[in-house]
């Protein structure tokens, strides 16, 4: 049986000893990536307590379905996204590592202060990552609002602290069910704008534009799968499982996530480079998954990140990399881009169909899956605004898509001589990778019901009914 | 005018803050907090998995953590994990700090000579500060003070003599050697933790008498480990931000 905290514990244990062994980063990079996906397969499910001490005194680590879902994609995504951008980990690899630590802890862990320390690793690695462009104003931009986000956390931290007198979080929410939620409002609230800034809520977000509009073919992709569905599943656990919210600050909240998902898609259709517009549909993405988790839509919320990250790590792989190669991911520089590389536009192709829902696509489970569960709360204004929003995202990808296809002036035939003058070679690791990633959300879309054999647990556990590990405390105060 | 709104919606955030924060029931006043209702109470007795009573300076022996300082038995036992990532937070940055700087060379030049007092004082009192800092870490687990302050003070015996000496530099690789050694052997001990008795960083080496030099287990490994990575860590950051900017 395997313990869960060998997942952060070699990670880390590898990058302190990759500063001896500077020759090899890359390497054990790879080395800790694959050792910790082979663990996954070996773990058991259960709560696992670290130095002995039973919670809420000492840290103890979840894993249940949700975790186990979790760690299990965002530890595929980051394997798969290093070896396709192998070379550019170069000197990156200790921090890569770290991230790998930092990202598996906060998936895992079942105490908010410790969740507060593997927020701060992953945070300070994202920092180091977003100043490998040389775009060095932004990371500071970044720094300060990523450093006041978590400062802010840990104030409504220490509020919860103060009044509960524990940091566990299935001690605090079991403190809190019987608590006056008006009165929880400050901290509760605090809590959301530190995980928003991550979470990229508007109007949280302002760093996202200069750090993800200038990400290479390594970290874009890595900030926008595994960095960005960690944040989102960490929303989810600590808004839907450990804090309650009143009612009136929930329908708030809703809404926060509603604008976004509209400021995001409607600004998506105002760009012309790829990466910008891939960024903004990501924070429309991150507005969409925070209101269904507030709407108590577990489910659904966890298969759209899903759709979104792996749509995501392709196409920043693919429009960083046209970045890397060009200097520039300016759409009409870049016409017809794919048709020198049509394995690498098919999985472009391929993700954005599945990210604005076309049936047969993964997506298209996923929207309807989201939809059904939102009319069955009689929430009629929501979908609403979640289809303006897909039709808004089905505009721009289409428009996209059809640029980098068919170059030339609409209305005529649209042949290579048009087509960019800037020959891009995406390597064979990329196209495999690519290809392997868009064929999983083929696959899952025609066989909708692989995802949810696996994923049902994951969607009930976090329902009040059935039991969650989580709650399988000995002692407590 | 951008200012004073900035300033006016602070003092009312502020405000708004403070007037919230004591509405909530359950909120203590300052001083008033009731540690029986917190997890606390189990820390500071000691009887988080073991009954226990008194805990007497000097007598009681094999306690679950037998360190005399209470903030040090939760920093570096019952709460050990966080420290863990406490240190590596520490590592990454100054590690990214190395990322920005590296490639920067040559150390920044003081304007005049240090004058004879200050370069033959600083070699005085350098060995001094570093004995401070070293005993402050291997009684971390006696008195105040542990492995990050310890480890700062010996960083800044180092900023000394870059300040007194401008020909002064430190051989960086020996110092990342120590800091990659002690940070994974800290991992390590969690791992044997976990090998021996089935808990990542448990205590498994028996704790001995309270306020011994030679007891608490692991946490005396620990703090000296963290001692020396934070040392050797804060002298890299020091290093770096000497680096001359070359064109």
């Known amino acids: 049986m395997m313990n869960p905290v060998l997942l952060i514990a070699i990670p880390l244990l590898l990058a302190f000893l990759s500063i001896i062994l500077k020759h090899y980063k890359s390497q054990l990079l790879l080395l800790g990536s694959a050792v910790n996906m082979i663990l996954i397969f070996g773990l058991q499910k259960g709560e696992y307590i670290i130095g002995g001490f039973k919670p809420p005194f000492g840290i103890n680590l979840v894993l249940d379905d949700y975790a186990f879902i979790s760690i299990l994609v965002v530890n595929g995504l980051f394997l798969v996204i290093n070896l396709m951008s192998f070379d550019k980990i170069d000197k990156l690899g200790t921090v890569l590592l770290v991230s790998l630590a930092g990202l598996n802890g906060m998936l895992l862990t079942g105490d908010l202060f410790n969740l507060f320390v593997f927020l701060e690793i992953t945070s300070i690695t994202a920092y180091i990552l977003s100043s490998v462009s040389k775009k060095y104003q932004y990371s500071f931009n970044y720094l300060v609002l990523g450093t006041l986000g978590s400062g802010l956390y840990l104030f409504g931290l220490i509020i919860l602290y103060s009044v509960f007198g524990s940091l566990n979080m299935a001690d605090i929410s079991k403190q809190m069910a019987t608590a006056n939620l008006n009165q929880m409002l400050i901290p509760t609230f605090l809590i959301f704008v530190g995980l928003a800034v991550e979470a990229k809520i508007l109007p949280f977000n302002g760093w996202v534009k200069g750090v993800y509009g200038n990400a290479n073919s390594l970290v874009g992709p890595l900030f926008a799968s595994a960095y960005a569905g960690t944040m989102l599943f960490v929303f989810g656990r600590v808004f839907v499982q450990v804090l309650m919210v009143s009612s009136y600050l929930k329908v708030t909240l809703i809404i926060i996530g509603a604008v976004t998902l509209l400021a995001g898609e409607a600004a998506a259709l105002s760009k012309t480079r790829i990466r910008e517009i891939l960024l903004y549909s990501s924070i429309g993405q991150s507005g969409l998954v925070v209101a269904l988790f507030l709407s108590g839509l577990v489910f659904p919320a966890v298969l759209q990140i899903f759709n979104n990250i792996f749509s995501k790590a392709v196409m920043f792989t693919i429009g960083g990399k046209m970045a890397d190669d060009t200097g520039t991911d300016e759409a009409d520089e870049l016409q017809g881009a794919f048709l020198k590389n049509k394995l690498a536009g098919l999985s472009f192709t391929v993700a954005a169909f599945s990210l604005i829902g076309l049936p047969l696509f993964y997506g298209f489970y996923s929207k309807i899956n989201l939809l059904l569960g939102i009319f069955s709360l009689n929430n009629f204004w929501l979908p609403v605004v979640i289809l303006l929003g897909t039709i808004i995202e089905g505009v721009y990808f289409i428009r996209l898509l059809v640029k980098l296809w068919t170059p030339g002036e609409e209305g005529h035939i649209s042949t290579e001589e048009y087509a960019t003058k800037f020959t891009i070679k995406i390597e064979l690791a990329k196209v495999i990778g690519v290809v392997f990633l868009s064929a999983i959300l083929i696959i899952a879309g025609i066989l909708p019901g692989m995802v949810r054999n696996n994923l049902t647990e994951s969607g009930q556990l976090l329902n009040e009914e059935s039991p969650s590990y989580m709650f399988d405390l000995e002692g407590g105060i | ?247």
């Open chain 2, 1 to 247: 005018m951008k200012k004073i709104v900035a300033i006016a919606l602070l003092v009312f955030i502020g405000a708004l803050l403070f007037t919230g924060i004591y509405a909530i029931d359950g909120f203590p006043k300052y001083g008033e907090a009731k540690v029986a209702d917190r997890v606390s109470e189990g820390y500071i007795m000691k009887n988080v998995t073991e009954a226990n009573t008194d805990v007497v300076y000097g007598v009681s022996t094999n306690l679950e953590t037998g360190s005399a300082n209470y903030v040090t038995s939760i920093v570096v036992n019952y709460r050990s994990f966080d420290t863990l990532g406490e240190v590596t937070v520490l590592f990454v940055s100054s590690l990214g700090i190395s990322l920005l700087l590296g490639g920067f060379s040559g150390k920044l030049r003081n304007r005049c000579k240090a004058n004879f007092i200050l370069r033959m004082g600083s070699k005085v009192v350098f060995p001094l500060i570093i004995m401070t800092g070293v005993y402050i870490f291997i009684h971390g687990h006696l008195s105040p003070g542990g492995g990050f302050p310890g480890g700062s003070m010996i960083a800044s015996a180092i900023l000394l003599l870059y300040l007194s000496d401008e020909k002064f530099r430190v051989n960086i690789e020996n110092f990342k050697k120590t800091e990659s050694t002690a940070g994974s052997l800290y991992v390590i001990i969690g791992l044997l933790g976990l090998v021996i008795s089935n808990y990542f960083l448990s205590n498994f080496i028996n704790t001995g008498t309270v306020g011994a030099l030679l007891s608490a287990g692991i946490i005396p490994i620990i703090y000296v480990l963290v001692g020396l990575k934070v040392g050797s860590e804060l002298t890299g950051v020091i290093t770096d931000f000497l680096k001359e900017e070359v064109e």
